[in-house]
């Protein structure tokens, strides 16, 4: 099949255009951007034309918007790469890229009529970042009426952006797929952000901590479920205390029944060793400046208690010098397991 040609529309007009005129039979699939084009991007980008085909039509966005830029943050050091953006837009195979201005997408100034993303955008992002959520729900929804696309791809690194998104198309029933796509991380674990470029190599040393401490989480959660499942192979409590003992793991053979009983994965646990290495972190030359750590809920970003069980996100923001950075990992809770009459783990 011969590729439709590439093009940049910088209009409502020449989106109009490129979507009406070139026959497009397909599916249509929006990543929407701020620009400044990394790997994670072009992963949306490939993730978008694999749900659509060589069929359908693929348009990624590249706009900045002020809407979700608070007083003191970094709107004028945002940067802006159009022209490498095009080409990392092109080679994933996007078909268009809309790149409005300022002035396109908010003709006569900032708009009065704006999307409340409600008590869900106060917590975590939204509290460090007030009004955030709001004008970001409002641009994607504006870029969903003017792309008009069947599905709409968005990455799992932000989080709280993508469930909020998920809750508008829901809430306000836009008739959109919304598809979450996994972070995609460099080689020492950071997940990419435009913002990494402003990081200097100590600085980078240092905010490796957060997926480090994420990853923690995650591997003290899988070893509790590693000797859960251990402690449920054998029946006795002395032998379980034996099998936990052989892994490696002597305070949890000291109580080998609790262990067997308690909630698997353990999110206290799983909070308090992330903990840990954030607050070593914050030692370090240049220290890593806490906003938030917290293991939450994913359909609402609320905490979730020490007994819950279900997915659940790991989520972690921080300032290295300048630079704020955020990260993630999904988390999977399972059901405690079940006691007999005489309470002991059957």
């Known amino acids: 099949m011969t590729r439709r040609p590439f093009e940049l529309v910088p209009t409502v007009d020449d989106l109009r255009y490129a979507q009406d005129h070139h026959g497009v039979p397909g599916r249509t699939a929006v990543v929407m ?67 409005p201005s300022v002035e396109e997408v908010y003709p006569g100034g900032a708009p009065q009529v704006r999307l409340s993303a409600g008590p869900m955008g106060e917590r975590l992002e939204g509290a460090h970042r007030p009004g955030h959520f709001d004008g970001m729900l409002t641009v994607v929804a504006k870029l969903l009426h003017l792309t008009r696309p069947d599905v709409a791809l968005f990455g799992q690194k932000d989080a709280q952006q993508l469930a909020l998104i998920r809750r508008m198309v829901r809430d306000l029933n836009f008739g959109v797929e919304i598809v979450g796509v996994p972070t995609v991380r460099e080689e020492d674990g950071l997940a990419l952000s435009s913002r990494n470029r402003y990081l200097s190599p100590t600085e980078r040393h240092t905010a490796l901590t957060l997926s480090r401490a994420l990853f923690a989480g995650r591997d003290r959660h899988a070893a509790q479920e590693a000797l859960r499942a251990r402690a449920r ?51 370090l030359d240049p220290p890593l400046v806490l906003d938030y750590l917290a293991l939450v809920d994913p359909s609402d970003f609320t905490e979730v208690p020490d007994d819950y069980t279900g997915e659940a996100v790991l989520a972690v923001a921080a300032r290295v010098g300048t630079t704020r950075l955020i990260d993630n990992i999904p988390l999977s809770f399972g059901a405690p397991e079940p006691v007999d009459s005489h309470g002991a783990a059957s």
């Not at 069929?55 to 022209?83: C, H, M, W």
């Not at 892994?247 to 067997?260: K, L």
């Open 233 to 283: 192979e054998v029946p006795s409590t002395s032998a379980r205390a034996e099998a936990l003992s052989a892994i490696g793991e002597s305070r949890a053979a000291a109580d080998a029944h609790a262990v067997a009983k308690a909630a698997p994965g353990g999110p206290a646990a799983v909070r308090a060793t992330a903990r840990l290495m954030l607050d070593e972190a914050a030692h």
């Open 33 to 99: 951007t701020m620009g400044a084009l990394h790997e994670g991007h072009a992963t949306l980008i490939r993730a978008a034309r694999k749900h659509v085909g060589g069929k359908g039509f693929v348009i990624a966005t590249v706009f900045v918007n002020p809407l979700q830029f608070g007083e003191s943050e970094d709107l004028d050091r945002y940067p802006r790469t159009l022209d490498a953006d095009l080409k990392v837009a092109e080679q994933a195979g996007a078909d268009a890229v809309f790149a």
